[in-house]
T-cell receptor, first 113, second 118 residues
């Protein structure tokens, strides 16, 4: 079974600075998809960014980018120019051939003014 | 589009009571799923469905029942509530790759239901 590990339960960053959230996963599949979801205090789950495993190019969405290292099974999220609205729980998730989404336990990010 | 809707938003039950959490989506998604979120545990899959009439168990299915009679609806039933089922429940939907949908598709989540079992 696939597992997703987020080793940083909590992190903090100053406004306007850059922060990187770590995620590693374990799978024997070759074709799969990786996602980062954001959950602000409103509880709504919001997709931040997604990556296809067969694409070597790292995905980027505005201030959010990933560092995808397939051989190392690592999928970290970099947030540039952090904003107060980035304060949230961040979940890394894996989807393989079964279509089931497997989540990590999350990282609570606090952006300080 | 309303997206994924869940009712109720909050619910308090007594041990042994039964109830149904409702979930509906208007995006014609084949794949629907239920998760529970507990502090420090992330989201764990309870049950899922890849289409009307097809359901399967996820990681933590005990104590829960589901059915999928239509594409739009995917209710979650608690047969005899226990305090261990106190949690936040999320329903989600997406296109199904197995049904020919796009491969890099995201799951859309409902707003969640906070359930307390006393």
């Amino acid at each position: 079974a696939q597992t997703v590990t987020q080793s940083q339960p909590e992190m903090s960053v100053q406004e306007a600075e850059t922060v990187t959230l770590s995620c590693t996963y374990d799978t024997s599949e070759n074709n799969y998809y990786l996602f980062w979801y954001k959950q602000p205090p409103s509880r709504q789950m919001i997709l931040v960014i997604r990556q296809e495993a067969y694409k070597q190019q790292n995905a980027t969405e505005n201030r959010f980018s990933v560092n995808f290292q397939k051989a190392a099974k690592s999928f970290s999220l970099k947030i540039s120019d952090s904003q107060l609205g980035d304060t949230a729980m961040y979940f890394c998730a894996f989807r393989g051939g079964s279509e089931k989404l497997v989540f990590g336990k999350g990282t609570k990010l606090t952006v300080n003014p | 589009n309303a997206g994924v809707t869940q009712t109720p938003k909050f619910q308090v039950l007594k041990t042994g009571q039964s109830m149904t959490l409702q979930c509906a989506q208007d995006m014609n998604h084949e794949y629907m799923s239920w998760y529970r979120q507990d502090p420090g545990m992330g989201l764990r899959l309870i049950h899922y469905s890849v289409g009307a009439g097809i359901t399967d168990q996820g990681e933590v299915p005990n104590g829960y029942n589901v059915s999928r009679s239509t594409t739009e609806d995917f209710p979650l039933r608690l047969l005899s509530a226990a305090p261990s089922q106190t949690s936040v429940y999320f329903c989600a939907s997406s296109y199904s790759v197995l049904a020919g949908g796009p491969s890099l598709n995201e799951q859309f989540f409902g707003p969640g239901t906070r359930l307390t079992v006393l």
